[in-house]
């Protein structure tokens, strides 16, 4: 199967952690769409995936899947015993419902503030901006980090005893910020506690190298 992204996205990060969670790294091969060029944004990328957005995943009989909690599912099926997406229906549940809050809390809010209140991908990419709406969007996701900070008091992961699809989420949410310099605010000791942790697993270290990507054609 081919991956295509950008090797130090944020949203690329969280299916490079999930293949990794999964040991699957050998049967993927990366495929380098250049974000600052618009390469996601042309007509040759959005023949594999209309909503012009990294990473995409495509098969061996020509499928392609894109979203990353949709790709996630996918790669965590594959061995028929699921740990990032959840094995019962209460797992699932609310691994789904953490890793929907991530991306709205935190990861989109963050993108929103790149894309709007930032250079972000440049001119030739970032045809409207709106530079107040991206300021908000930026004081969204600390707010919602201050919401994580609470619930990381309560438990040792997002969604309870285990890392999952929702600590996937959040992990891409906080590398975004720090790629911002939007520091996680002061006082959420339980979230800075976890991501010092987070950092740490082999999937998140060495997300960037596991693969030597390969210039699209």
Known sequence: MKIYDWPTGPYPARVRIALAEKNLQAHAQFVLVDLYKGEHKKPEFLAKNYSGTLPVLELDDGTFIGECTAITEYLDALDGAPTLTGRTPREKGVIHMMSKRAELEVLDAISVY?????????PHVEIYQNPEWGFRQRDKALRGMHYFDGILKQQPFIAGEAFTMADITLIGGLIFAGLLSVPVPAGCEA????????????????????SEPTKAA
């Open 191 to 210: 979230l800075l506690a976890w991501y010092a942790r987070m950092q740490e697993r082999p999937s998140v270290k060495n997300r960037i190298t596991m």
């Open 114 to 122: 790149f894309h709007h209140a930032t250079p972000g991908l440049g």
